[in-house]
Nanobody
Framework: QVQLVESGGGLVKAGDSLRLSCAAS????????MGWFRQAPGKEREFVAS????????NYAESVRGRFTISRDRAKNTVYLQMNSLKPEDTAVYYC??????????????????WGQGTQVTVSS
């Protein structure tokens, strides 16, 4: 059974940092692009970041560019999201997802096949 399990969320203050992890099991995603999305209460899911299969090509939402960094360890089948200078508007449930393809520019999530259950990030002011 394929699973993506996020961890690392929590309650932090504005300006703090968090590192989210997404561990995949059941199959290797080393050849797939991976992404992070988030959903705040009462809002639609939004794209945060993605990177291609090799980890050398990345995309970021404008709202997080320069503050968040997506990376992966293909040997560990794990994807990370380093979040610095957190703001209250970053509060959301964060989901990792595996793309159908090795590279992606998809920001809607349409072509992401597998999704985790999410981890809550709450940033207080």
């Amino acid at each position: 059974q394929v699973q993506l399990v996020e961890s690392g969320g929590g309650l932090v203050k504005a300006g703090d940092s968090l590192r989210l992890s997404c561990a995949a099991s059941g199959r290797s995603f080393s050849g797939n692009a991976m992404g992070w999305f988030r959903q705040a209460p009462g809002k639609e899911r939004e794209f945060v970041a993605s990177l291609n299969w090799s980890g050398t090509g990345t995309n970021y939402a404008e709202s997080v560019r320069g503050r968040f960094t997506i990376s992966r360890d293909r040997a560990k089948n794990t994807v990370y999201l380093q979040m610095n200078s957190l703001k209250p508007e970053d509060t959301a449930v964060y989901y990792c997802a595996a793309s159908l393809y090795s590279t992606t520019s998809d920001r809607s999530g349409t072509y992401f096949q597998h999704w985790g259950q999410g981890t809550q990030v709450t940033v207080s002011s």
